[in-house]
């Protein structure tokens, strides 16, 4: 994780539910929990599931294939992780979970993004603020949305339910 100090304007979006904490917390923690509520998900193969150790991949609707490695597992709370290509540059992503009260909670999802490592120091705050932000809040809107939709309803989420994406639809 020595590239985190390059990972500059986290992008992070929030979604309030209407349930207690530990009913999110068990989707989220669950193998293969992403197929159930990520609008952009269509495989979430597990390699290892070990809490702080866990691997798996998330398999794009558009075809991309993502590695997640994670390196930290806080019970109930929340997971540290890094996501990107096989043999890229990983973005790091904190997902939280923190009670409003015991019927309700919030969940977080923050990414700092390794795609701004490809630009030039000089251009990244350019990249960042008029491509890079828009188009990672339209995403963890969706997938956070999903979460709340799977949690609150009990149904799966179907593709693009929240909206097409440019990169994962």
Same mark, same amino acid.
């Given at each position: ?53 866990? *691997? ?6 558009? #075809? ?7 390196? %930290? ?10 996501? #990107? ?9 904190? @997902? ?23 630009? %030039? ?24 949305? #999903?979460?709340? @939709?799977?949690?609150?309803?009990? *149904? ?6 929240? #909206? ?6």
């Amino acid at each position: 994780m020595t590239q985190s100090n390059d990972l500059n304007w986290p992008v992070r979006v929030a979604q309030n539910i209407s349930a207690p904490a530990a009913h999110v917390w068990e989707l989220i923690s669950t193998p293969g929990n992403l197929e159930l509520c990520h609008p952009y998900c269509m495989r979430n193969p597990v390699t290892d599931w070990l809490g702080k150790s866990s *691997k798996d991949e998330v398999h794009y609707y558009s #075809g991309l294939i993502y590695e997640r490695e994670f390196y %930290a597992w806080i019970d109930g709370a929340g997971y540290d992780l890094l996501i #990107g290509k096989r043999g890229q540059e990983k973005s790091m992503v904190s @997902w939280r979970i923190k009670s409003v009260n015991e019927f309700n909670c919030m969940i977080s999802i923050e990414v700092r993004s390794a795609f701004l490592l490809r630009y %030039a120091r000089s251009f990244r705050w350019f990249v960042h603020a008029f491509w890079l932000r828009p188009r990672l809040r339209q995403y963890l809107s969706a997938v956070t949305q #999903g979460i709340k @939709w799977k949690v609150e309803s009990g *149904k799966n989420v179907h593709r693009d339910q929240f #909206g097409l994406h440019p990169w994962f639809s």
